[in-house]
């Protein structure tokens, strides 16, 4: 009852952006190349939802991988660099210097260091976005630990890495999931902007690209529809998760 | 075997720089094998910062601290004593069992052993039925009992505790008062007990003991002997007296017989 009477307003909302981007079109007569109708994106979306779902498992597939080897190299890192003062101070501003490159530009190098047929170069990109907002984050928590933790840590004789796997890793996991959050609607950008520059062509970015290139619009809509899909997709199974991982959170509010 | 000595302690933070403070100055303490003994005085008096020693949680500048007739860093290693502080300081992905387990498992305890101990330590607390909650669905003065709990799980011979009972209102701190000394009672646990609250000091201790500031060190110590430590307790004629004698103490008025309390300090 209470979930229909949450989700009913940003229904109603957006069932009415729909209805006037299609008033919009029609009306303003304008040309598809500019903006194609709802309606004749909902026509390609039925007549190709086959090859849409392939391209998004492709894609998906990747996203996936480079999520799950972007973030559990981000754990172990962000694990070694809390616990060694060196490596934290090292770490950090390295972080940031991968940051700013704009990785999505690796894209066509990395394609060509691997065969065209391998799906290693686009997992690898995704898994290089995926890595730093999970690390800072996750980086941030582990250093943020309650000093009467910290106190009574010491009154019971705990090791650092006993410290780390008790109170350090458990404490921080609200701030790993913030960085899951954005990294999981990262990886599918990712993934998907990949393929714009070259590689293997069975994902979605491939059948946007060349259903713009042959000016067929509202089919490209189409498959931009599927990615919007699939990024949703991941960043709901990543709420999921967090429910699941951290059930004394789930209890407050239940 | 006496619970703690403290001898002859001094504790001075940041030596040796221009913000050089002499927190403890010489400070001498005895607390006998059973005795709860309450340490009260002014901010910045330096009483949790004995506390902290005592705890091995800091060093001393000069001086030593021995617990249970070891030396306070072996004492603290092994466990000789339970710590609770003014934050409960729970560990909010535990439940409460799990909380109160924690001190057993970094022993080394097996599962079944340490499960025994948690549940006996909740019911000695009186929160048995709230074992699979989680802290952030208890209130304060619940999740202050939890930590108790936890001090106690190990069984330590002493029990540290700084201003435990600081956050709570009234009402739920006389009775978690009364429900510690019955563990204290019962455990037959010696205790070191921090407290700014004079009417705390004198109904828990068997002896208060007075500090004041700059330099921290300790001015008087005064014994209490009541009839009762229950509500008949807290109306007797010496619990006042007890009062008014360590009031006097904290402002500096020389303790002993009420006679020459009029006496400038």
Redesign the interface.
């Known amino acids: 009852m209470r979930t229909t009477k949450r989700a009913l307003p940003p229904l109603i909302f957006g069932f009415l952006a729909l209805g006037l981007w299609e008033v919009f079109v029609t009306l303003g007569r304008v040309a598809p190349f500019i903006l194609p109708a709802p309606s004749a994106i909902g026509a390609q979306i039925a007549e190709q939802w086959r090859n849409i779902g392939n391209a998004a498992l492709a894609s998906g597939a990747n996203a996936l991988a480079g999520l799950i080897g972007g973030t559990l190299l981000a754990v172990f890192a962000a694990l070694a660099a809390s616990r060694f003062r060196f490596l934290g101070e090292v770490a950090v501003p390295l972080a940031a210097l991968i940051n700013a490159l704009p990785i999505i530009a690796l894209a066509p190098i990395l394609n060509n260091m691997f065969e065209s047929t391998s799906s290693v170069p686009r997992r690898l990109v995704t898994g290089i976005v995926v890595f730093f907002p999970v690390f800072l984050n996750l980086l941030r928590g582990l250093r943020e630990v ?1 000093p ?2 910290q ?2 840590m ?5 090791s650092g890495w ?1 410290f780390a796997a ?2 350090r890793l ?2 921080a ?1 609200p701030h790993l999931f913030t960085g899951l959050r954005q990294a999981s609607s990262l990886a599918v950008i990712a993934a998907v902007v990949a393929e714009y520059f070259g590689g293997l062509q069975d994902g979605l970015g491939a059948r946007i690209t060349s259903a713009a290139a042959f000016t067929a619009y509202s089919r490209a809509w189409a498959f931009v529809a599927g990615a919007c899909l699939l990024g949703l997709t991941f960043y709901l199974v990543t709420l999921l998760l967090e429910r699941v991982a ?3 959170k789930q ?2 509010i239940g | 075997m006496t619970a703690v000595v403290v001898d002859k302690l001094t504790k001075v933070f940041n030596q040796g720089r221009p913000d050089e403070v002499l927190a403890l100055a010489d400070v001498d303490l005895t607390v006998g094998d059973g005795e709860f003994v309450s340490l009260i005085g002014p901010s910045g008096c330096g009483k949790s910062t004995l506390l902290r020693l005592i705890a091995d949680l800091i060093g001393p500048t000069t001086g030593t601290v021995t617990v249970a007739g070891l030396p306070a860093a072996q004492a603290r290693r092994e466990q000789e004593y339970g710590i609770a502080f003014q934050q409960a300081g729970l560990f909010e992905w535990r439940t409460v069992r799990r909380n109160v387990e924690l001190p057993l498992e970094l022993r080394g305890a097996g599962k079944a052993e340490r499960r025994a101990k948690a549940e006996q330590m909740l019911e000695l607390v009186g929160l048995s039925d709230f074992a699979g909650h989680y802290p952030g669905q208890l209130s304060g003065g619940m999740q202050q009992r939890v930590a108790i709990a936890r001090a106690l799980a190990v069984q330590p011979p002493l029990l540290l505790m700084d201003e435990p009972f600081g956050a709570l209102d009234e009402m739920t701190r006389e009775r978690l008062q009364s429900e510690l000394l019955g563990i204290c009672a019962k455990t037959r646990t010696s205790t070191v007990f921090v407290t700014h609250s004079i009417s705390e000091a004198v109904f828990l201790a068997d002896r208060v003991v007075v500090m004041s500031a700059r330099p921290g060190r300790i001015t008087a110590s005064i014994e209490v002997e009541l009839p009762s430590r229950d509500e008949a307790g807290r109306q007797a004629p010496v619990y006042f007296d007890k009062i008014t004698e360590v009031r006097q103490a904290l402002r500096g008025i020389s303790t002993g017989p009420r006679a020459d309390s009029r006496a400038e300090a």
């Not at chain 1, 010491?154 to 705990?158: F, G, I, L, N």
């Open positions: 309650d009467v933790h106190e009574l010491r009154t019971y004789a705990a006993t008790k109170v458990p404490g996991l951290m059930p004394w209890r407050l």
